[in-house]
Structures are given as structure tokens and as C-alpha cells.
């Protein structure tokens, strides 16, 4: 294994160029033998997936992954790691611990379901006959009363059906790179621009379900139904996941929620799109339904507050040690898989990408931070409070921030950068790139990306950055859905991916001029 692992680091320093200073080389050269033959990449992401699974802001696994994390960082001489509270966050900490359905009849046959994030439970295996609610855009519920005590209520469209006729896995062609470094519209008229400037609007879309969901629910409770199954988004005989607002005890307001212990509420099973649909068509003919479910959660009472995992590796330039490097990625996950490609494997790529900086131990002028995000999946809640306490635009610490590189794309190989429409930053990532080309990285597109950690940053006007990567099966399998797992993971590419990481973080920190700022906010 020993010999494997440092014939293949050969490969990889073989084909290192011989540009740049001399001190740049071995830099470059070090890191990547750490990474290459000593790397902990597979195993830190086989623990944050297999041992903590599904990780939901504030649920019992998310704590114990970020303690996990805070760990890992001590161990490696990161300084000072800790949990870093931001709030307000008044949801309770949510464990999902069983999920059961099956049609009783006409015919048995087992339905593929998750529990809607932050739903109360059953209390028990509960049978009723099914009830599909149409209500057509209207609110009236009026027709529905008296019918649906001890019943299972559907609601809700069905997902589009569709066939995958292109492969389910792919990695990006010489031709889609170059249409990302030369897209045909200016950035800022690029397609990928709604993503940014609509990824804050989260909360006005939950607004908007809340008032739709909150009459039904309490309508649904006066009527005594047992719970509600909702076609979920997931293909395949896969759950899509996510939490409905129908499902518990929650409003939002603004961009925090607030918690509503009276708030009247029912269990929600989200379904896979072919329970769905043969439900759907059985309940349209005219036929009975029976469905059996249970739901078993445990809902601890909000703490009021939630976490980032933070830490650093301080700089040695005392003119430049304030100044900072942040690397970073979202550990929270929905409550289906393992949270692996999206996004527990990055997490891993960039605490892999600390431990290497402190192992090769080389020096470093400004400090890098990691920081390892909650609240993604509720619309980026954990980055966005982190910049508000700490980049105030203006203040002396928004000026000091040299970069923020974000990790959020899936588990595929990096294969460049999106410069956010900051050309500045695209010529000075072309330049870093050049010994990292033989890995795969080659692409500045000038377009911007959006709707994940590093558009907060972006957004105030930060130097803020997200990876471009191979999709393999993010958006084709994975991305929130119940096939979220280490085995849609390539180790090969991980490992890589940190080495990449590690050098770009070694080159912000020792550049001698930070990254330009964007010429203007989004």
C-alpha cells in the first residue's frame, strides 16, 4: 500500500512545472507528497458520513459531528477550534430515528418514505384509508369536513416523471470547461446570476408556504386526521428530502425561526415518486386505499442559538498575520442519506487540506480559518450570520479578509473556479493554477454561481469564491435525495481535491497582495 501510494505521488511531482520561485516549487512539491501518501481524506469522510449519518442543523447527529470536527482540528494543532454560536436559531434540535409505510390494501406493497425535516411522529404504527386533497389553488376546506377523521391525507402535486436517456454519471468535457471560461453571455447576464441574487430569498419562499400551510394544518388537526403523505421530488425509487412547513411547529420570520410550541401540527411522510404516482392513480380509479406508517422522531426544545466550527492556523508575517485566508464548507445536511455528497465529503476535503498545511508545517504569512458551516440547507443562515458578526462592510475585519474558497458542489474533482465576475481574481486564479493543471484543475470561469456559503461573502462584497466540479451524479442521483451516501463518493478525486486546496490556501496566504474586491456587489 506504502509503495502504492508513493508511486503515485511520483506521478503527480513528475509532472510538476518548473515555474515560479524555487521556495514556491518545494512548497507546492510538499504538499502534495502529504497529500498523496499520507492522506486521511477517506477516512475522515467515512467517519463524518458512516458513524453521524443524516446531519440536520441542530439535530443530536450535527452536534456530535461538529464536536467530532472541533476534535480532528485539536489533534492536528489547528488553533483554537471551537464552536462558534450565531443565532437567533429557535428550531428544536430534530432526530428522525423510524420511518415506516406500506399499503395494506388493495394489494400490499412497501412505500419508500422519510420523515418531512422537523416533523412530530406518529406516536405509533397508525392505519387509515387514504385521501387525496385537491384543493386546485383554492383554500376552501369546507367540502372536506367530516371526511377525513383516521385517514391519511395525500397532498400535494406529483414530481414529473421523467426517463434519463444521457448517462447519470459525467465528469466535465474540454467543451463544457471552455464554454464555462468563455460563456457566450457577460457575468452578470449569465443564467447562474439567479442563484446568487435569489439564494437569500429562501425565507420568502417558507414565508409564503407557511401562510399557505398553517389553515390547512390546523384543518387537517380539528379533523383529526392521522398525518400527511406528500410526493416528494425523488426519482428512481429514491426520497427526495427537505422539510415541509406543514410539518411542525415552526414559522419563520425574517431569517430566523421562531419557534411555536402551540402551533397546531401533523406527521408528514414525504414519498417517493412511484408510491406516489400508483397512489395517485388508485385513489383517481376509484379504489381504497390503506396505508400503515409509523414516524419516530425525538424533538429536543430549541437552544435557542446554533453553530460553526471554527479554527485556525495563524499567520507568521507580522505585518500580514491579520489578514486572512477562510476556507470553507456546510456540515449540515437533510435528513435522508448520509449527507455525503452533499456535503459531507467537502467537509472532509477541507479539514483534510488543514491537516496537511499543519503537517508539512511550511510558513505562512497570513492566517488561514476554517470554517465549517450550519444552517445551509435553511438558506445559507450559518454563513450569512458569520459575515454579519465579522465582515461588517467598513469595519477594519471585512478589509482584512484576503479570500473565502467554498466547497459545495457535489462530490466530483475541482476543476477550476467561478470568479463572481471579478476578473482581477480570475487572473490571479490562473496564475495559481498553472502547477495545479495536471490534477484536472484548468477552468476561471468569469461567470458567478450561486446558493451556497460563499455568496454571503459575495454578496457584501467580500472576495468570495465557489469550485467548479465534475457533476458526476449530484444533480442526476444524489443531491437531496435518500442516495446521498459514501458509495457516490470517487476517493481518488477527494484526495486530490485537497491537495488543491491546501496549495491555493498556501499561495492566498503568502501572495503579496490580497484579492481584489468585486468592482461591485451583487
Known sequence: ???????????????????????????????????????????????????????????????????????????????????????????????????????????????????????????????GQVVRMQLAGSQDLSPWRGRLAGRWVMLGPLAPSRLHFEPGATRLSADALAALEHPRARPREDASVWASESAMTVSDVVRSMVARCTAITEFLVRERAIGLLVPSTGQAGLVGAGGSSCASPFAESGSAPEYQPGKPTIPVLLLASEGAGRLDRLLASGTRVVVEGELGVTLVPPLGYSTNVVGEIPGRDTGKRGEVVMLGAH????????????????????????????????????????????????????SSAYVKAHFAPGSPEAGRLALYLNLDNGAGAIRGLYAQ?????????????????????????????????????????????????????????????????????????LVRNAIILASLAYDAANADEMIARPTASP
Open 1 to 127: 500500500m506504502r509503495a502504492a501510494r508513493t508511486a503515485a505521488f511520483l506521478v503527480l511531482l513528475g509532472t510538476l512545472p518548473a515555474r515560479g520561485q524555487e521556495v514556491d516549487a518545494r512548497a507546492m512539491a510538499a504538499i502534495r507528497e502529504e497529500g498523496s501518501t499520507r492522506s486521511q481524506v477517506i477516512a475522515l469522510a467515512q467517519a463524518l458520513t458512516d458513524r453521524f449519518g443524516a446531519r440536520v442543523t441542530n439535530s443530536s447527529s450535527f452536534h456530535a459531528a461538529s464536536d467530532w470536527a472541533v476534535t480532528r482540528l485539536r489533534e492536528w494543532g489547528v488553533q483554537d477550534p471551537r464552536r462558534e454560536h450565531w443565532g437567533p436559531w429557535s428550531r428544536a434540535g430534530w432526530t428522525q430515528e423510524l420511518e415506516f409505510a406500506r399499503v395494506v390494501s388493495p394489494s400490499a406493497f412497501p412505500l419508500q418514505v422519510t420523515g418531512s425535516a422537523w416533523s412530530i411522529g406518529t406516536h405509533g404504527r397508525m392505519r
Open 331 to 382: 456540515l449540515d445536511s437533510w435528513q435522508v442519506g448520509t449527507g455525503a455528497t452533499d456535503n459531507g465529503v467537502n467537509v472532509a476535503v477541507v479539514l483534510e487540506a488543514m491537516r496537511i498545511l499543519r503537517a508539512v508545517g511550511l510558513p505562512m504569512r497570513r492566517t488561514v480559518r476554517v470554517a465549517l458551516w450550519s444552517g445551509e440547507e435553511q438558506g445559507l443562515l450559518g
Open 421 to 493: 465576475g471579478n476578473s482581477a481574481a480570475g487572473d490571479i486564479f490562473r496564475q495559481w493554477m498553472v502547477p495545479l493543471r495536471d490534477l484536472g484543475m484548468t477552468t476561471v470561469s468569469p461567470s458567478r454561481t450561486g446558493a451556497t456559503d460563499h455568496v454571503p461573502f459575495d454578496r457584501a462584497g467580500l472576495p468570495g469564491f465557489q469550485f467548479i466540479q465534475d457533476p458526476l451524479e449530484y444533480w442526476t442521483l444524489t443531491h437531496h435525495t435518500s442516495a446521498d451516501s459514501w458509495e457516490r463518493a470517487v476517493p481518488t478525486d
